[in-house]
């Protein structure tokens, strides 16, 4: 099979990321939760991942908070951020990881910088939308849908200028993109452990500057007496028993990353995205490409976008078609009726993967 979904899941990840998960499932028992061996290597396990992720996103291990997914992650921080009421600026490029707790909260979303690739009409309208009054801000590093890498520096400084908290859903870039806590202030930053990040599925990540609000209450094995969840981070968001095979799979494949460089990672993706627009302009496709653009790439094909993918999964072609969770990102590149077909590299990509999809795009129209 030739795997063009990462931007779902990556499926390949370094064999370091097996062996961890199973040498865990085998030896670690619940993390701070007895004196044993067995507890205590898995407490060490899990913070050793704490650490690791804190020096790829230049912040201290306490503010690592591990999650089950980047929508968790997000819902506790929009949560905190957010009051039934609140004013909530947002790009146009949100995935419904955003939208619906945004909704489900009752929170007057505006939304801005609708027009693909252009920073500039971001940027303006987004400065507009904080300077006339907002509680808060959330916007996506990279559009799920387009690719579209989003001026996340130059949002963030505005929002600082005026004292705008903000969280950034890094579910597209974390692992392909370098990002630190400190330097762009967000009050929160969410990714998940699964993507980019090749750990495995049901890992995510919370990075938190600001206080946030528990969204689950329970046992963290500490300060057992009192009522209420502990004041301190991470004890205070990560109730029951945390995923001690996935955070020690995770761990692994971050400090894979460290090795081989989220800048080298990130060049080869954003490369292979490129040739593979062109290669389907030059086969007639209506390819949705532009300046900042990362490692995914949206076209038209032409007819129905989810007979299309069927099409390529004959032909043993893994991509996604449809409006992948972001109806928001499709009204604004005004695809919301067609949806479109969505490929994206991964780790693992390389130009014989582009080569087998041109070759299956010829073989559906032999069909
Ligand atoms: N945000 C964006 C931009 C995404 O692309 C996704 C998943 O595709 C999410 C949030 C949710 O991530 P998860 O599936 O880890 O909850």
Request: glycine share 12%; net charge neutral.
């Amino acid at each position: 099979m030739i795997y063009l979904d990462n931007g779902a899941t990556s499926l390949w990840k370094p064999a370091c990321v097996y062996r961890a998960v199973s040498k865990a499932m085998l030896t670690c028992a619940n993390p701070g939760r007895g004196g044993y061996d067995a507890a205590a290597r898995s407490a060490e396990v899990v913070y050793r991942c704490r650490e690791r992720v804190a020096t790829m996103f230049d912040c201290e291990p306490e503010q690592v908070v591990f999650t089950a997914n980047c929508t968790h992650g997000l819902n506790i921080a929009i949560r905190s951020m957010v009051k039934p009421g609140s004013r909530v600026v947002v790009s146009g490029f949100e995935h419904n990881a955003v939208m619906r707790p945004l909704y489900a909260l009752g929170a007057k979303v505006t939304v801005v910088g609708r027009k693909l690739f252009d920073w500039d009409a971001m940027l303006t309208e987004f400065t507009r939308a904080i300077k006339q009054g907002a509680d808060g801000a959330v916007f996506t590093h990279v559009s799920n849908v387009f690719g579209y890498i989003l001026p996340v520096e130059e949002m963030a400084a505005i929002c600082k200028e005026y004292g705008v908290p903000f969280i950034i859903d890094a579910a597209q870039s974390a692992g392909t993109i370098p990002l630190s806590l400190k330097k762009l202030g967000a009050g929160f930053i969410a990714m998940p452990g699964h993507k980019g990040l090749l750990g495995p599925q049901g890992t995510g990540i919370l990075l938190c500057a600001d206080t946030p609000q528990p969204l689950l209450y329970g046992g963290t094995g500490t300060d057992s007496v009192s009522r209420d969840m502990p004041l301190a981070l991470p004890e205070r968001l990560e109730a029951g028993t945390v995923n001690v095979p996935g955070i020690a799979g995770l761990g692994a494949a971050v400090a894979y990353l460290a090795k081989e460089s989220v800048d080298a990672v990130a060049r080869r993706e954003h490369a292979l995205a490129k040739v593979c627009g062109e290669m389907l302009e030059d086969m007639g496709f209506f390819v949705f490409r532009g300046a900042h653009q990362a490692s995914t790439v949206s076209f038209l094909p032409g007819e129905n976008c989810e007979e299309f993918a069927l099409g390529l999964a004959r032909q043993g072609i893994a991509v996604r078609a449809g409006l992948h969770c972001a109806p928001l990102a499709h009204e604004s590149a005004g695809t919301l009726e067609t949806g479109t077909v969505r490929l994206s590299f991964g780790a693992d990509g390389n130009f014989r993967q582009i080569e087998a999809l041109g070759r299956g795009i010829l073989g559906i129209k032999r069909e």
